[in-house]
């Protein structure tokens, strides 16, 4: 049987690892408290920047935080800091590439003097706004797209920006099932036998 020698390409190797992942998540990283999963997207005329500069992913997943600080910030009016374990995803169901971001953000956040603020609703369409404002200035400043580009996209009826976040976990054993999901293979049992 092939083996890629722990090197996430083949669904075995990959599968032990998300299981020792998932562990290690649920003891060092996940808080207890509820939790959502937030998928930040962006439109396909942009996906090209970060196809010849992986470097952008890392980036780009720094927009996605500030985005979900902010609507924090909004939300409660307060300055406060939310649990967040971030994934870059690079592929699509179809094995395209297709980048985007998977979030385990907590449902709220302490302030400066360590008090949990509790937020329960969502608002994708307001927190996406904050995402597609952080990815515009990101292009921007790398001098990949220009204003009349932005005011474009924005004009469309669908930008091809979204978020979700209705996915939650109410416990610890939820949050890693979802902690797994993120960290998934582009190659699954699945597909390989199909």
Not at 35 to 63: D, E, G, W
Not at 157 to 172: D, I, L, M
Request: aromatic share 10%; net charge positive; charged share 25%.
């Amino acid at each position: 049987m092939f083996s890629c020698k722990t090197r996430g390409f083949c669904p075995s190797c990959h599968a032990k690892r998300r299981e020792e992942w998932g562990e290690w998540m649920q003891e060092e990283l996940i808080l207890d408290a509820p939790h959502r999963q937030a998928v930040f997207t962006i439109p396909k005329m942009l996906r090209i920047f970060f196809k010849y500069n992986r470097s952008l992913l890392s980036s780009l997943c720094l927009c996605g935080r500030e985005a979900l600080v902010k609507y924090f910030k909004a939300s409660t009016r307060k300055e406060i800091t939310p649990g967040i374990i971030a994934v870059i995803q690079s592929f699509g169901s179809r094995m395209n590439f297709h980048p985007h971001l998977h979030f385990l953000v907590t449902e709220g956040g302490t302030d400066n003097e360590g008090r949990f603020h509790k937020v329960t609703s969502f608002n994708d369409s307001l927190l996406c706004r904050f995402f597609t404002r952080e990815v515009f200035l990101l292009l921007l400043r790398k001098q990949l797209i220009n204003q009349d580009l932005v005011e474009k996209i924005l004009l469309w009826q669908h930008t091809g920006f979204n978020v979700h976040s209705k996915v939650r976990a109410e416990s610890k054993e939820e949050a890693k099932r979802i902690g797994k999901y993120m960290i998934r293979p582009i190659l699954g049992n699945a597909k390989l036998n199909s």
